[in-house]
C-alpha cells in the first residue's frame, strides 16, 4: 500500500516526471483521431510538426504534475496525522468528480475532444515558429478541461495504482471516441457521487488514502 499513498515518497521534480509519463500513457490513445487529423493538415516538415503539436499537448498535461503533488501531498499528510479523516477526504474527492462531470463545463470541453474539425480550422489561423505548440497546448487544455475530475481519482485509488490506470484510461477513451460518450460521463458522474457515500462506510473504496494512513501506523 505504501508505494500508491500520498507523493509515494518522491519530490516535486520526480512526481511531475512520472506523473507526465502516466498522463501520456493515459491520455495519448484517446487523443489518436485528433493527432491523425491535425497531422492531415500539415504539409510541409510534418514529422517536426506533428511532434511539437504532441508535446504541447503533453506538456499541458505535465504542468497538472504541480497541483497534483500538492492535493496528493495534502491528501497524505491530512490522513497520515488524522487517520480518522481519511474516508471524509476521499468522499470529498469523490463528490467533486461526481459534479464536475454532471456541469455544463464538462459537456462543452468534451464536444471539444469529440469533435475537433471546428478546431482545426481554428488552428490552421495560427502563425509562427510556435504556432504547432500552441494548438497542441490549446488542444491540451481543453482535454485537461474534460477530464481533469477523473485524474483527480488517481489520489483516491493510488497515484500508481495501475488497475485504476487502466480503468480511467478506458473510460476517457469512451467519452470521447463512442457514440455514447456524453451518457458515459454523466454515468461516472453519478457513480462517483454513490462513491462519495459509499467511502464513508467502506473506506477501502479509496485504496490511496487507506494507503497513507497505514504508513502513519
Known amino acids: 500500500m505504501e508505494s500508491m499513498s500520498g507523493t509515494m515518497g518522491l519530490g516535486l521534480a520526480a512526481f511531475v516526471v512520472v506523473w507526465a ?3 501520456a500513457a493515459m491520455m495519448l490513445p484517446s487523443s489518436y483521431m ?4 491535425y497531422a492531415r493538415t500539415l504539409q510541409i516538415q510534418r514529422n517536426r510538426r506533428l511532434a511539437t503539436f504532441v508535446g504541447g499537448y503533453v506538456l499541458a498535461w ?26 471524509g477526504t476521499a468522499a470529498l474527492i469523490f463528490a467533486t468528480t461526481g459534479v464536475y462531470q454532471l456541469t ?7 464536444r471539444h475532444c469529440r469533435t475537433p474539425i471546428s478546431h482545426l480550422l481554428h488552428y490552421s489561423s495560427y502563425r509562427g515558429r510556435f504556432r504547432d505548440l500552441r494548438a497542441g ?14 485524474m483527480v481519482l488517481m489520489v483516491a485509488f493510488g497515484v500508481m495504482n495501475l488497475a485504476a490506470m487502466i480503468v480511467l484510461a478506458g473510460v476517457v477513451a469512451l467519452e470521447k471516441q463512442w457514440s455514447h460518450g456524453e451518457k458515459v ?29 497505514m504508513d502513519s501506523m
Open 104 to 110: 455544463s463545463l464538462k459537456d462543452r470541453c468534451l
Open 34 to 37: 485528433m493527432i491523425s487529423l
Open 137 to 150: 497546448l490549446h488542444h491540451g487544455l481543453y482535454c485537461l478541461g474534460c477530464c481533469w475530475g477523473l
Open 62 to 87: 505535465s504542468l497538472t504534475g504541480i497541483p497534483a503533488f500538492a492535493l496528493a501531498w495534502i491528501a497524505g499528510r491530512v490522513t497520515m496525522d488524522y487517520p480518522g479523516w481519511a474516508a
Open 185 to 213: 460521463s454523466r454515468v461516472v458522474g453519478v457513480v462517483s457521487l454513490i462513491l462519495a457515500v459509499g467511502v464513508i462506510f467502506i473506506p477501502d473504496l479509496a485504496p490511496g488514502l487507506q494507503g497513507a494512513m
Open 21 to 23: 509519463l502516466m498522463m
